[in-house]
């Protein structure tokens, strides 16, 4: 199945012609292990700087990350790093450049599954509340293989922004159910039950903007429930949050569902494994479910900064 996406901005005249086309699974079908002890991606991604809120390619090739390190033309950037193939170690970060970042926070990088938009929030000028208010900004690449041409990044709108602080957008293309939804965390005032970021979910419309945020009830706790990373069938979403029952100050939580109809189930914490004492945050899932990266403030022997970048990692068993 694939769907033709346009999306316009006010004020903007940008087309974006796009073609989808993702696998259907069955709810049963994703069995995985647990996850291993994480590991530290090492000297060449994390510096004596903070490296956060990781984003991975489709093809495991692209890490994305927003640094303070030298060379950063804002407070945070958003960069890259490459590596030839799976075997390879990661190569040395390069700044997306000025297409992408500012001179305010750049950060929590998001792909589309086809890798030509890129999603991230930013506290730049010219957004929907007050200065120094963040809002989920979107860029374009007609080279989905190219990490440097990526096209001046525009604001999703008052609409799906708020006068609050909106950010870390997740993309998720539901061929199920036929509709396309973007998940992220917002300071907006919650109904009973939220904290001080919560989850909610914009609808692409029929006229292809998106829609307002809803307030995603089942994800949201009462404290801060952030950065998502979704499952590619819908069936599993990993969020960071601080709520009762955490290992640390934040921990990586998933919650699952029978369907991508369905309610999420409660987060369960993923565990001393995977966490630790310190604030971990910010997951980001590979294609194929088997590779999960995050930040953490862990000042384990391995460690080389306030926030590094680690991964955990999963097999899949037979169905």
């Not at 960069?79 to 700044?95: I, K, T």
């Not at 970042?101 to 086809?114: H, I, K, M, R």
């Not at 907006?188 to 307002?212: C, H, K, M």
Request: with cysteine.
């Amino acid at each position: 199945m694939k769907r033709r996406h346009l999306f316009y901005w006010t004020g903007l005249a940008l087309t974006f012609i796009s073609s989808i086309s993702l696998c259907a699974f069955p709810a049963h079908s994703q069995k995985f292990s647990d996850w291993s002890a994480p590991v530290n991606l090492g000297p060449t991604i994390n510096s004596g700087a903070n490296n956060q809120h990781p984003a991975i390619s489709k093809d495991g090739l692209s890490l994305y990350y927003s640094s303070d390190r030298s060379g950063t033309s804002g407070k945070l950037d958003i960069w890259v790093s490459q590596r030839p193939s799976l075997e390879v170690d990661w190569g040395a970060p390069q700044n997306l450049g000025t297409n992408i970042n500012s001179s305010s926070n750049d950060f929590s990088p998001a792909f589309t599954p086809d890798g030509h938009w890129l999603y991230f929030h930013s506290d730049r000028p010219g957004g929907c509340g007050p200065a120094g208010t963040m809002d989920l900004y979107v860029s374009h690449r007609k080279d989905n293989r190219d990490d440097f041409g990526w096209e001046p990044a525009q604001n999703l709108g008052c609409v799906i922004n708020s006068i609050y602080d909106d950010a870390g957008p997740t993309f998720f293309n539901d061929e199920a159910n036929d509709v396309t939804l973007l998940y992220f965390t917002s300071t907006r005032p919650a109904p009973p039950g939220g904290g001080n970021f919560d989850i909610y979910v914009s609808t692409l419309q029929p006229d292809e903007t998106w829609g307002p945020g809803v307030f995603v009830a089942e994800l949201s706790g009462p404290g801060r429930d952030t950065r998502t990373a979704i499952r590619r069938d819908g069936l599993e979403i990993f969020i960071s949050a601080d709520r009762p029952g955490a290992v640390g100050s934040q921990d990586l939580w998933v919650s699952t569902r029978k369907t991508s109809a369905d309610k999420w189930s409660t987060p369960v914490n993923l565990g001393a494994v995977v966490n630790s004492p310190a604030f971990d945050g910010a997951p980001a899932l590979s294609w194929d479910a088997t590779t999960l990266y995050f930040f953490s403030e862990r000042t384990d022997v391995t460690h080389y900064g306030k926030r590094d970048l680690y991964v955990t990692t999963r097999t899949k068993l037979p169905d």
